[in-house]
């Protein structure tokens, strides 16, 4: 009975935020990784999410095969465009303006061609036979699938956690973001460690696509959404800062579903709101002598 009381419409609306919120931090900590280390300002991210989104819907089927297939093709995908990103950017270093300009045409162009090659319409992905049906949570019936996403989203972000706080790379990668010159002083080539970030954020967006599929399907204009909310998440949680990007993700998971259902007119406001006093607390903190 007790447990009956906990799960209502909201308790499950909350629990499609918690998934979507995780689907934008897998895609976010690529994101503000690239622009912690790398220095980049990448406004093509969206579009490698909705490459991996398309090739779910290309090569996935109702088994685990062509789930596997999708996943392993979006690995190669992820590597080739973020390590065509690093290059088209190379020669941009230290101009953020032009970076913007840069990525951002690819991404126009990029858009234009899945239209070409994938049509206009939404489309519709569905997750393997195993796993498309629905488990009861009291009296509501939630989809499998996303239960099974949320547990995949937690076990990405303990392995983020571990791989920037507690593993040598990130240590090299805290080493590039503290002192650059005195990281390539004591051997490291931070050149490289930069594409590496950014062949990482490419296969983390691009797998977030693939596995995000069902959650978020691909159509145009969808690049430019998963866009908009990774750069919410990214200012709200601070650049470089893999906690805060995963405390923003959730934030802005629940803004979009829960805070859509509790307040229906003022999600967009909720988001806005946060964005600006998470920028005003920053500067705040920022500036000698002014309070925390």
Do not use: K
């Amino acid at each position: 009975m007790g447990w009956d009381r906990l799960v209502n419409p909201y308790t499950i609306t909350a629990l499609d935020g918690v998934a979507y919120g995780l689907l934008l931090f897998v895609i976010a900590a690529g994101l503000t990784l690239i622009f912690g280390v790398a220095g980049v300002f990448s406004m093509a991210h969206g579009t490698l999410y909705l490459a991996g989104a398309y090739l779910a819907w290309h090569l996935a089927d109702d088994a685990w095969t062509g789930l596997a297939l999708a996943l392993g093709v979006a690995l190669a995908v992820g590597v080739l465009g973020g390590a065509g990103l690093a290059a088209a950017v190379r020669p941009l270093t230290d101009r953020p303006l032009d970076q913007v300009l840069a990525t951002l045409g690819i991404a126009y162009i990029a858009a234009d061609q899945f239209s070409l090659v994938f049509g206009a319409e939404p489309r519709m992905v569905d997750p393997p036979r195993a796993v498309a049906g629905s488990v009861g949570l009291g009296d509501y019936q939630y989809p499998v699938y996303r239960l099974g996403f949320i547990a995949v989203g937690l076990a990405m972000v303990v392995g983020m956690f571990w791989l920037v706080e507690r593993s040598r790379t990130g240590a090299v990668l805290r080493a590039v973001v503290a002192d650059p010159g005195m990281a390539a002083a004591t051997g490291l080539r931070t050149g490289i460690v930069r594409t590496g970030v950014m062949v990482g954020g490419g296969v983390l967006a691009v797998t977030a696509g693939v596995l995000g599929a069902p959650v978020i399907g691909p159509a145009p204009g969808v690049d430019t959404t998963i866009l908009v909310y990774s750069l919410i998440v990214c200012v709200v949680g601070g650049l470089g800062s893999i906690r805060g990007a995963l405390l923003a993700a959730l934030g802005v998971g629940q803004a979009l579903t829960l805070g859509v259902a509790l307040v229906p007119g003022a999600a967009a406001f909720l988001l806005a709101a946060a964005m600006l006093a998470a920028l005003t607390i920053r500067q705040r903190t920022a500036l000698p002598g002014r309070p925390a």
